[in-house]
């Protein structure tokens, strides 16, 4: 039954998104992007007290798992944190025949089926995302505490926050109440995720697009203070020895990792914070001034945008700044599309649908 139901979510959302494109139809949020605007099945998150009298022990089993998994392998945190961006960004609220695909509502989670495919396969995500095994920890003890009650969009959005908490970084309310989507969209994923190599103008229409404001964009792409990406990914990096404006300590940057992908297929790892990796702190924005950011975007937030350079400079100077900044747009970017009616459910297996 469960199959039949993924099978024509999958047809209607194919159809819908035809239609759309056909008619210039654009889906995005209404309002002010914070879950509201959709009648009593996308309502505003309940509060960071949710589970208090239905689940107490909620957030300090996801804390724990987060933090023994961090401990095992430091690079789980920025998987995890990127794991709640990439399910949160893919955000069409209304589409055509009322079909809804939501934002935060754990959708990146679902496994392709003989007759539905998920979000995992989509360009940004295949081979790129991780940290799924983790997520099926914490909703295996969590389901035996608290049977059904837990939203794995929930536990995508606290494990997030407790990835930044154990790495050095602040720690925010996280607002509950998200239910799971009962479907996924991957021409969605692939069209609304920002890719590696954007442009500014590229990046700050992705994020208006789904009510997210330039502030938000580069206080967001903080988070790539931790984690690694393959050398697929900054490829257009590798060109830019031959740019004779680029600063002097850039040309050591790029020259270091030519050499380090010059014996790769692609697929070798490189960090996107030099210095600190496995810390959340600022180093990032230090980093892009230094003219070492990793991917084309990052270094693009210095050289493409003079809004985004002066923001990149204020977070460089004062940590503080940015952490507030950051708490206050992933508390933002939780919010989005979120599903608190009965256009959802509270999955048993953050892998399928019930």
């Not at 998104?17 to 992007?33: D, N, R, S």
């Not at 954007?198 to 967001?220: H, P, R, W």
């Amino acid at each position: 039954m469960a199959m039949k139901k993924l099978a024509l979510f999958s047809l209607l959302l194919n159809l819908a998104m035809f239609l759309a494109i056909v008619l210039a139809i654009v889906p995005k949020t209404t309002g002010e992007g914070y879950g509201g605007g959709g009648g009593d099945d996308c309502g505003d998150l309940l509060g960071s007290d949710f589970y208090k009298d239905i689940c107490p022990e909620a957030e300090a089993i996801i804390f724990a798992r987060v933090r023994l998994a961090v401990f095992q392998d430091t690079r789980m945190a920025a998987s995890l944190l990127r794991l709640h961006f990439h399910d949160c960004f893919v955000n069409a609220r209304y589409l055509l025949f009322a079909l809804f695909i939501y934002g935060c509502d754990a959708s990146v989670l679902l496994d392709d089926t003989d007759n539905f495919v998920g979000e995992k396969t989509a360009a940004p995500n295949l081979n790129s995302l991780r940290g799924f095994e983790v997520i099926d920890a914490i909703k295996q003890e969590l389901e035996f505490v608290c049977p059904q009650t837990v939203s794995c969009a929930d536990i995508l959005a606290t494990a997030a926050r407790d990835s930044v908490v154990v790495s050095g970084g602040p720690s925010w309310d996280v607002q509950m109440g998200r239910k799971d989507s009962l479907t996924a969209s991957k021409a969605l994923a692939n069209n609304i995720i920002p890719g590696p190599n954007s442009t500014i103008g590229n990046l700050v229409a992705k994020f208006q697009n789904v009510n997210l404001s330039l502030k938000d964009m580069v206080a967001l792409s903080g988070a790539h203070t931790m984690g690694k990406a393959r050398c697929t990914t900054f490829a257009a990096r590798l060109r830019d020895s031959t740019n004779p404006n680029a600063p002097e300590a850039s040309l050591e940057f790029i020259q270091s990792l030519q050499q380090l992908c010059s014996v790769s297929d692609g697929s070798t790892l490189a960090n996107l914070d030099l210095s600190t990796p496995e810390t959340f702190d600022n180093q990032y924005y230090v980093n892009l001034l230094s003219g070492e950011g990793l991917l084309p975007s990052d270094q693009n937030l210095v050289t493409g945008d003079e809004q985004t350079r002066e923001l990149v400079e204020t977070y460089a100077q004062d940590m503080s700044t940015f952490f507030q900044d950051f708490k206050d747009s992933m508390i933002k970017l939780g919010r989005l599309g979120t599903v608190t009616g009965t256009k959802g459910e509270i999955r048993r297996n953050c892998r399928s649908v019930n």
